[in-house]
């Protein structure tokens, strides 16, 4: 699976119409959506189309025609980002009508190579999914702690400080593991 962490744009003109496609990273997709309904009036659609993974680790898809005759736009643009295994990113084509109607078969291209254009022009990261825990440890030992979790990979989410030093932590399984076995007998993992 892979996803986007910035916002990528093509435009892609067919009998005049424009077709002016946004792939943005989910955690930005309604902001941006919001963006170009303001910067955009003229526009007359804005086809909309997202995967991404839920708290429980399921992907959930929603595709949206704005519009357009039903199953034309924002279907096909959801089957290109299922192509490519995309997730947490969803694309956002803004289109303006260039007079010339394209039929349901020129539409259905004209979304789908839009999504293809600005998928082909974006750096694509390769999703890896990550674990959080909970770890006590002495005072004594915060700077190896967090020297280790920088040398492993590890991110350092949330820390808190009580009896001892409370830090939630995240990173792939193999850092995540790579970290715990170094910092065996120093930390303990809090159920």
């Known amino acids: 699976m892979k996803f986007v962490d ?51 680790n399921q992907i959930v898809e929603y595709s949206s025609d704005d519009g357009e005759p039903k199953g034309t736009s924002g279907k096909p643009s959801l089957f290109v ?25 020129g539409l259905v291209r004209a979304y789908s190579d839009s999504v293809n254009l600005v998928l082909n022009s974006a750096s694509l990261v390769e999703y890896k999914q990550e674990t959080n825990i909970t770890i006590y440890f002495e005072y004594s ?23 001892g030093s409370i830090y939630k932590i995240k990173g792939i399984e193999s850092n995540m593991k790579l970290f715990l ?9 809090v159920k």
């Open 6 to 56: 910035k916002i990528y744009t093509k435009t892609h003109e067919v009998r005049q119409s424009k077709f002016i496609a946004f792939l943005v990273p989910f955690s930005q997709f309604t902001s941006t959506l919001e963006e170009l309904k303001n910067s955009h009036p003229k526009a007359r659609h804005f086809v909309v189309s997202y995967r991404y993974l839920n708290e429980f």
């Open 81 to 105: 980002l299922q192509g490519l295994e995309m997730i947490n990113s969803g694309v956002i084509i803004v289109r303006y009508f260039g007079g010339t109607k394209l039929g349901t078969g």
């Open 141 to 163: 030992n915060i700077r190896m702690v967090e020297y280790e979790c920088l040398t492993c990979g590890v991110d350092i989410v949330e820390k808190s400080f009580d009896v």
């Open 181 to 189: 076995e170094k910092m065996d007998r120093l930390v303990e993992v």
